[in-house]
């Protein structure tokens, strides 16, 4: 660079000097300025995919705390069924594991796995297992489980870099990808030991809408196709497929509204969606219902608007401007008519499906809990609070309207895609916790447009603000006639003496002047085409100005990451089944109850075994104590969930029926009251009550769980129902012992429970755990007697004290 400045600074020495050398000092620094433009495009060119390295980098690095902290373990609880389908997988083939029937869950239904699952996540894991071992790399597949979705958190990253460098510049992308790959918003589903659909999907996610974006820019059938097959892939692992599928049309839809139809629209969504749809039919847990399903009618609708309004450009060219309003009038009509009139009939037949219950509860709140509890009663399908939206997105949330109004000044094809994937996720994240996933990525590359922006605007230095506004009069046509002049002139007064230098010196005099007039006309017309045709700029030419906007941005940087690194290492990087709490003298309790529980039930109990739960902790169970469950998290039979309800909600004597019809061995309940867990069976009790509630309303009713005054109470208030319930015998049995026989204090309901507990007559303790958060109870055998079993017990317990006094005798 020294050199190049020098050598601009020579020429213009040598041009002052000798003005006949104009056209030689002219090309020395337009090659000087190649130069220069090459020398910074290869600096660019080494140091984007060095800063995108470092952002995949640090993206997997922060998602790695609770590896740190605990251990390479999968966490939460949907993630142990991936894992367990992830094993099967593998050890016994694909073949095997697309047929497989688990007799060992929902018994004595049991579940085809093969065609009620999303297969990518698994079979993603066990490529990436297979090529190591391949490679003779013996990875175990469970650190590929624990760690793909930090390492799909790096590829998103760089998707993001992609999708925004379409919609502005790759300076903007750098941005997009650094603020999406430590967003908590993400990070929430994607750290370490997080083995869910999301870890992969959201990538697949930001990577489609790329490929259709790019699609739309170029008409390309390629990048449709590219668009079809990543769509694919999201299909066989998410079941939030749906929003592309809806987000997609939407988008042609709106440019067809505003009458950007093109060729590159149609062949970019008719690729997209012909080839899309026919791969999504080959996951069988999707099917037909691309062709039979409300949810899948947009796109379908929408493909055949373009093919008709192709057609009718088509017809445009060879049929009169009057016949073809006509002609245009009647198929309209024609459309409307026949297209409704097949939707009804098609809906009211059953062909097609109407909006399942999930859909509904996105467009009202309410719905579940009326209609269907079970949704309701995931924390995750519940509203979002609006606290969680800084907690989760910090300065991002303000600068993200900012980045859309930019997209609005803009309005190209690919900014009306993101204003609507703003306005639509932003909707879907507050009515759904768990949608914040999908509204995080367009949040993240919004506030990278309105931050680069910002950037843009107060890096630019003044000198080259003026010199690009300045007409540069050097470099018109004009100026070499009048240079050149003098130099003719010159040498014609060797040669004609001094009248012809006189003559010569006169037109040459003339030339200029014309010369001058000229370049101050093309320099008016140059600055009015400049301000006709371009945007204003309003550059900051004041240092210290621009210096406070930058320090400012870079303090929200600061800040930013700062709060990243706060929240991942210290919400979201705690696996739920190892729990971490501080003594009184600030040294670290690992409570690790779970894991005690599933592994006594795995060695204590015979390999056919039957554990009834509720179904939070089917699959945690199925995975690590390998016991037959009843229930599970894919909530796929509202009835028999609502039976197990039913057995948690009634009396003994009621529920000892229930127990003995599905030959259940032993019963898992999780309490809270000793270590203050609020996540216990009794906060989740009310929920157990509304879905058996829904299917048995002789049997259980909601309003016997509640006092008088409409309290939900366990204590000495609590009712008859609450305490006759087998759910509340098993949570408080033997707990005022651990009280000496005084007032126990349940620490998550702040109650005092009384000296006498509830006794138990049909169930035995099998095994409580060191804190006694897990409580297994062992399901007892009718009597050899035939007597009733609450009359065996009553009688074995006289018993014991008998022998007992008569000992102390």
Request: one cysteine or more; proline letters at 3%.
């Amino acid at each position: 660079m020294e050199k190049l400045e020098s050598l601009e600074t020579e020429s213009s020495m040598l041009m002052a000097k000798r003005p006949y050398l104009r056209k030689e000092i002219q090309l020395l620094e337009q090659f000087a300025a190649i130069m220069s433009s090459e020398s910074s495009s290869t600096v660019a060119r080494v140091l984007k995919p060095t800063i995108l390295i470092l952002i995949a980098v640090v993206a997997i690095s922060s998602r790695l705390f609770s590896i740190i902290r605990f251990e390479s373990v999968i966490h939460e609880f949907d993630p142990w069924f991936n894992y367990r389908t992830t094993q099967h997988l593998v050890k016994n083939g694909f073949y095997d594991f697309w047929n497989w029937f688990d007799e060992k869950s929902w018994y004595p239904l049991g579940r085809v796995v093969g065609g009620t699952v999303y297969p990518g996540i698994m079979v993603t894991s066990a490529l990436i297992h297979n090529v190591l071992h391949f490679f003779n790399f013996p990875v175990d597949i469970r650190n590929v489980c624990v760690f793909l979705a930090p390492m799909f958190s790096g590829l998103t990253a760089f998707s993001a870099y992609l999708l925004t460098k379409e919609l502005k510049d790759s300076s903007a992308g750098l941005l997009a990808a650094a603020f999406l790959g430590v967003a908590p918003g993400y990070i929430s589903r994607s750290v370490a030991g997080s083995y869910d659909n999301e870890g992969i999907a959201i990538f697949l996610l930001v990577f489609t809408f790329y490929l259709w974006i790019k699609a739309v820019k170029t008409g390309s059938a390629f990048f449709g196709l590219l668009t079809a097959l990543f769509y694919f892939y999201m299909v066989s692992a998410w079941g939030g497929y749906v929003f592309i599928t809806n987000l997609v049309p939407l988008h042609a839809f709106t440019l067809l509204l505003m009458g950007r139809f093109s060729n590159r629209l149609y062949v970019s969504y008719s690729t997209f969606y012909a080839v899309g749809t026919l791969l999504s039919m080959q996951i069988p847990f999707v099917g037909f219902q691309p062709t039979r399903t409300s949810e899948h009618m947009a796109a379908l609708g929408v493909f055949g608007l373009l093919q008709l309004y192709a057609f009718a450009e088509l017809v445009r060219g060879y049929i009169p401007p009057k016949q073809f309003k006509a002609l245009l009038k009647g198929g309209i009509a024609a459309v409307v008519i026949i297209a409704s009139v097949g939707l009804t009939i098609l809906s009211f037949s059953g062909v097609i499906a109407p909006f399942t219950g999930r859909f509904y509860s996105l467009y009202d709140t309410g719905y579940a809990k009326i209609h269907i509890p079970i949704i309701a009663s995931v924390s995750e399908h519940q509203p979002t609070a609006w606290t969680s939206f800084f907690f989760d997105l910090q300065m991002l949330i303000f600068l993200f309207p900012a980045g859309v109004y930019l997209c609005f000044k803009e309005l190209k094809d690919e900014h009306v895609f993101i204003i609507l994937y703003s306005v639509f996720a932003s909707y879907f994240a507050g009515v759904m916790v768990r949608l914040m996933l999908t509204l995080t990525p367009v949040v993240c590359v919004s506030a990278a447009i309105a931050y680069s922006t910002l950037l843009d605007t107060y890096l630019e230095t003044s000198e080259h603000v003026l010199a690009s506004t300045k007409p540069a009069i050097a470099v018109t046509p004009a100026t070499p006639a009048v240079i050149e002049a003098p130099t003719a002139a010159t040498s014609e007064t060797k040669v004609a003496g001094k009248k012809a230098a006189a003559k010569a010196a006169a037109a040459a005099a003339a030339s200029a002047a014309a010369a001058a007039k000229s370049t101050e006309a093309d320099a008016k017309a140059h600055a009015k085409a400049t301000a006709d045709g371009e945007k204003k700029r309003f550059p900051i030419f004041n240092l210290d100005s621009r210096m406070l906007v930058i320090l400012q941005l870079t303090w929200f940087l600061f800040m930013f990451a700062w709060h990243c690194t706060y929240v991942t290492s210290g919400s979201y990087s705690s696996p739920s089944i190892v729990l971490a709490s501080r003594q009184q003298d600030g040294s670290q309790m690992i409570i690790d109850d779970f894991r005690e529980a599933y592994y006594w039930l795995r060695k204590n109990t015979k390999e056919d075994a039957k554990v009834m739960s509720w179904w939070d902790y089917g699959y945690q169970m199925a995975g690590m104590a390998n016991v037959t469950t009843l229930v599970d998290n894919n909530t796929w039979n509202n009835t028999h969930i609502a039976t197990v309800g039913k057995a948690m909600s009634t009396s003994e004597e009621v529920s000892y029926k229930v127990l003995r019809q599905h030959d259940v061995d032993y019963v898992l309940i999780l309490f809270g009251g000793v270590i203050g867990y609020s996540g216990d069976d009794i906060n989740k009790f009310l929920w157990m009550i509304r879905i058996a509630e829904g299917v048995y309303p002789s049997d259980v009713k909601e309003t016997n769980f509640f006092t008088p005054r409409g309290e939900y109470k366990v204590d000495h208030d609590a009712t008859k129902t609450m305490r006759d319930s087998l759910m509340y015998k098993m949570s408080y049995y033997r707990f005022a012992e651990l009280y000496g026989g005084g007032n126990a204090v349940d620490h998550v309901r702040n109650a005092r429970m009384p000296s006498e507990g509830p006794t138990l007559s049909v169930l035995e303790e099998a095994y409580t755990t060191e804190n006694w958060l897990v409580r297994i109870y062992k399901v007892k055998d009718l009597d050899n007697l035939g007597r009733d079993l609450k009359d065996s017990t009553a009688f074995d317990k006289g018993r014991v004290r008998k022998v007992s006094s008569l000992k102390k005798k």
